[in-house]
């Protein structure tokens, strides 16, 4: 075994010195760069990728999760600030399913459950009820933090003492409740009022009125059925904001990548609200512009007056005027008199307009692309910028139809900005893109190296083989001589022959063949 071993060494080294310095180096750096690459992509391949299975948690739920992970020997990353927790990405849904089987994630609180581990033997009234009002705020808080929107809150509920007395009218109970809205977030008027009616429902005698709901910055949710009570100036605009950013973004994220555009949107809003009356009247017929005829009244009069003979006192009576002309009736008279009166009802209409709560002052679109070549804002063409520049002045010119400016072109281009440059990444792409380089980089760099080997091994090859026949039929005639002898003439027996040529084979394979050789060339 070691014979054979020592031969096989032999050759190596016989093959290895064939070559020159260079031919060595090029071998050796590929090896290595084999290795390297092969170390590389093992890397990669077994490298673990995690993904978030819990934010924002609170220290004791952390706690919890942290201990059944080591228990169930499941590899995580708990962030700086201990609220998040990674996990490898084809654990999440297993380990969000064990982990709520298990009640392990309450939010920081306990409800009911808090009854469930110790016995309630021999726990004074005062113990109870502090215990019970723990749970019920407990369990407040474990209903409002299952909103998508809230991640977290916390519930204050003040009960009235209940004296040795009967009294005519209870005392009411009172609560405030704080949330921790997530950032990006919004709780519109219904879900403000369905946590008011939880929380007022879970307590007897807790009306809605003694019900305080604020957020993290102690900004006031007020419950849609108290007086004056009306959205905030500041949520809508925020409300119409998001909405019209968003709605950017999906168009142009459809056409560019979503993560290759960025919306900025500003608006101003006037919230005055005016109240108009209108009186208005109107015949039902337009055509001939007349009502309808309701009552209608015809009077017909006819007068005639014959005349009378002439008679008098002669002379000047006492009451007549010297020198004035008397009367003449000589004549007869008549005359006709006619009147028509037509009531008509005509249509009287009374409007009582109230103009919209709110109206678009001002919006101003910044929109930020990243060029098809990163490194390059010049490769996104002016054609694409002009075609985004007129959609998003469409969008600007439809919010401010209602506010009774009229605009000119240039004015709506002012508000409208695009531009193109690179975003800047985060440090996990930027370690996967580089990872992703290097892999990609090691393995065109070996394949290289491989392709040169082999060509300059084939061709090295061929060269050597040329000069190992030469050297063959050069040592044959000079080995002719140092060649081992066998007398096969003075052998008689076919036996011997064969045990000195097993002999020779097995001791000195090299003079072996070159004595076939010789044999063959004689013959």
Do not use: C
């Amino acid at each position: 075994m070691n014979e054979n071993l020592l031969q096989y060494w032999e050759k190596v080294k016989q093959y290895w010195n064939r070559y020159n310095r260079t031919t060595k180096i090029i071998f050796l750096a590929t090896v290595f760069l084999l290795i390297l690459t092969a170390a590389i992509i093992s890397v990669n391949l077994s490298k673990t990728d995690y993904s978030l299975a819990y934010t924002e948690l609170q220290p004791s739920d952390a706690a919890n999760i942290k201990s059944y992970l080591d228990t169930a020997k499941i590899p995580y990353h708990l962030s700086a600030d201990g609220k998040s927790i990674e996990v490898p990405t084809s654990e999440v849904a297993n380990v969000k399913l064990a982990v709520e089987s298990q009640g392990l994630n309450k939010n920081g609180s306990l409800g009911f459950e808090v009854f469930s581990g110790n016995s309630s033997f021999g726990i004074t009234d005062n113990e109870f009820k502090v215990k019970y009002l723990s749970a019920i705020q407990g369990e407040l808080q474990q209903l409002i933090n299952a909103n998508q929107a809230i991640s977290s809150s916390k519930v204050n509920i003040s009960l009235p003492e209940e004296g040795p007395f009967l009294q005519q009218q209870a005392e009411k109970a009172t609560a405030s409740v704080v949330l921790q809205v997530k950032q990006g977030y919004t709780l519109d008027q219904s879900k403000v009022d369905t946590i008011y009616n939880l929380v007022s429902h879970s307590i007897k005698n807790l009306p809605i009125e003694n019900i305080s709901i604020s957020d993290q910055n102690l900004v006031s949710y007020k419950f849609s059925g108290e007086a004056n009570n009306t959205p905030r100036d500041t949520d809508i605009n925020t409300q119409f904001r998001n909405d019209l950013q968003k709605n950017i973004n999906s168009m142009l994220g459809t056409m560019f990548g979503r993560d290759k555009v960025s919306v900025s949107v500003f608006t101003t809003m006037n919230f005055d609200q005016k109240k108009t009356k209108e009186q208005l009247v109107r015949a039902p017929n337009q055509a001939d512009q007349k009502g309808i005829e309701i009552s209608l009244q015809e009077a017909n009069e006819s007068y005639q007056n014959k005349g009378t003979e002439t008679g008098g006192v002669p002379g000047t009576g006492e009451t007549d005027v010297p020198g004035y002309p008397g009367s003449s009736n000589n004549g007869n008279s008549s005359s006709d008199k006619s009147s028509k009166t037509v009531n008509y009802e005509v249509d009287r209409i009374t409007n009582d307009i109230i103009s919209t709560p709110y109206v678009v002052k001002d919006v101003s679109i910044n929109v930020g692309i990243e060029p098809p070549v990163r490194d390059d804002p010049n490769s996104l063409t002016a054609e694409t910028k002009t075609a985004i520049q007129n959609a998003l002045v469409n969008i600007v010119r439809t919010a401010l139809a209602d506010n009774k400016t009229t605009y000119t072109d240039d004015e709506l281009q002012k508000k409208v900005t695009v531009f193109a440059h690179s975003f800047a990444r985060t440090s996990e792409e930027n370690a996967t893109k580089t990872s992703t380089y290097v892999t990609y980089g090691a393995l065109a760099l070996a394949a290289l190296a491989i392709g040169a080997f082999i060509g300059f091994a084939i061709r090295k090859r061929k060269k050597a083989a040329q000069q190992v026949l030469a050297e063959q039929e050069m040592d044959v005639t000079s080995q002719k001589a140092e060649l081992p002898t066998i007398d096969i003439e003075n052998v008689t027996n076919d036996n011997q022959v064969r045990k000195q040529l097993e002999t020779l084979a097995r001791k000195r394979p090299e003079e072996f063949v070159n004595l076939l050789r010789t044999w063959l060339v004689d013959e």
